[in-house]
C-alpha cells in the first residue's frame, strides 16, 4: 500500500465561467493541487478560477483542443510531483467526491488507472466508440472525462495523446504495457448549458468516430 501520495487534478476548461468556479471549490477536499487549463475561452473563465486562489491556471492564447490541454495539464502535473494525476471535466457533471472513489484505488495498489464509467445512455458515437473499446480491451466507457492515473503510467509512455483520440490514447497505451485498470461507476449532473463539445451533434458524432478510426490504425502500426 501506498501512502502520502500528491493528488493532482487536472481540469480542461474553454468558455466554462458559469461553473468553473464552483467545480474547483468542489474539488479542492480531494485534491493536493488544482490545474486549471483555459483553451482559448472568451469568456471570463481564467479570471473566474484565478479569483479562487485554489487553482494553477495554464493559458492557451488559442483553442486547441480537448487533448492539448490535458497534455499541458499532465505535464505540469508531473513537473509539481504529482503522484495520482486525476482528469476531470469543468461542465458540472461531474461529481467532486468521486475523485476519491477513484483515487483509493490507486493509492491501496488495486488500479494504476481507474476509469469513471457514466450509467446514462450515451450519444451516438459514443456508444459506437464504446463498443469497439469494450469488444477490444474491456472498457465500457472510454470517453469519460473523470479518470485517475498513477504517476508512473505517464513516466512510462511519455505522453498524454499523440493521436487526437479525446483521451483515450493513454489508457490503450498502458493496457498493451501491463498497466492495471479498474472502473468505478459514476452518476452525472446535467450542465448549466450546452457542452460545445456536443453543441454540433452531428459534428460531434464525426469527431469521434474519426478518433475511433485514428486509434484503430495506431493499433495497426
Same mark, same amino acid.
Given at each position: 500500500?501506498?501512502?502520502?501520495?500528491?493528488?493532482?487534478?487536472?481540469?480542461?476548461?474553454?468558455?466554462?465561467?458559469?461553473?468553473?468556479?464552483?467545480?474547483?471549490?468542489?474539488?479542492?477536499?480531494?485534491?493536493?493541487?488544482?490545474?486549471?487549463?483555459?483553451?482559448?475561452?472568451?469568456?471570463?473563465?481564467?479570471?473566474?478560477?484565478?479569483?479562487?486562489?485554489?487553482?494553477?491556471?495554464?493559458?492557451?492564447?488559442?483553442?486547441?483542443?480537448?487533448?492539448?490541454?490535458? %497534455?499541458?495539464?499532465?505535464? &505540469?502535473?508531473? @513537473? *509539481?510531483?504529482?503522484?495520482? =494525476?486525476? +482528469?476531470?471535466? /469543468? $461542465? %458540472?457533471?461531474?461529481?467532486? &467526491?468521486?475523485? @476519491? *472513489?477513484?483515487?483509493?484505488? =490507486?493509492? +491501496?495498489?488495486? /488500479? $494504476?488507472?481507474?476509469?469513471?464509467?457514466?450509467?446514462?445512455?450515451?450519444?451516438?458515437?459514443?456508444?459506437?466508440?464504446?463498443?469497439?473499446?469494450?469488444?477490444?480491451?474491456?472498457?465500457?466507457?472510454?470517453?469519460?472525462?473523470?479518470?485517475?492515473?498513477?504517476?508512473?503510467?505517464?513516466?512510462?509512455?511519455?505522453?498524454?495523446?499523440?493521436?487526437?483520440?479525446?483521451?483515450?490514447?493513454?489508457?490503450?497505451?498502458?493496457?498493451?504495457?501491463?498497466?492495471?485498470?479498474?472502473?468505478?461507476?459514476?452518476?452525472?449532473?446535467?450542465?448549466?448549458?450546452?457542452?460545445?463539445?456536443?453543441?454540433?451533434?452531428?459534428?460531434?458524432?464525426?469527431?469521434?468516430?474519426?478518433?475511433?478510426?485514428?486509434?484503430?490504425?495506431?493499433?495497426?502500426?
Amino acid at each position: 500500500m501506498l501512502f502520502n501520495q500528491k493528488i493532482v487534478v487536472v481540469i480542461p476548461a474553454f468558455n466554462e465561467s458559469k461553473t468553473i468556479e464552483k467545480m474547483i471549490k468542489g474539488v479542492k477536499p480531494y485534491a493536493n493541487e488544482i490545474i486549471v487549463v483555459d483553451d482559448g475561452s472568451y469568456d471570463d473563465t481564467s479570471l473566474k478560477a484565478e479569483k479562487t486562489g485554489a487553482a494553477i491556471v495554464i493559458h492557451h492564447k488559442e483553442n486547441q483542443g480537448y487533448d492539448a490541454s490535458l %497534455e499541458d495539464g499532465f505535464r &505540469e502535473a508531473f @513537473k *509539481r510531483e504529482a503522484s495520482i =494525476i486525476v +482528469t476531470f471535466d /469543468a $461542465d %458540472e457533471q461531474h461529481q467532486p &467526491e468521486d475523485i @476519491k *472513489r477513484l483515487t483509493e484505488l =490507486i493509492i +491501496t495498489g488495486e /488500479a $494504476d488507472i481507474v476509469i469513471g464509467q457514466r450509467q446514462h445512455a450515451l450519444h451516438f458515437g459514443e456508444k459506437i466508440f464504446a463498443i469497439y473499446t469494450n469488444f477490444r480491451f474491456g472498457i465500457k466507457d472510454p470517453l469519460c472525462g473523470l479518470k485517475a492515473y498513477t504517476r508512473k503510467v505517464y513516466e512510462s509512455i511519455g505522453h498524454f495523446d499523440t493521436l487526437g483520440s479525446i483521451g483515450t490514447q493513454l489508457i490503450i497505451e498502458a493496457l498493451h504495457r501491463g498497466f492495471k485498470i479498474e472502473f468505478v461507476p459514476i452518476d452525472t449532473g446535467p450542465r448549466v448549458d450546452k457542452s460545445r463539445f456536443y453543441f454540433n451533434r452531428l459534428k460531434a458524432n464525426y469527431k469521434i468516430l474519426k478518433a475511433m478510426m485514428k486509434v484503430i490504425l495506431f493499433l495497426q502500426k
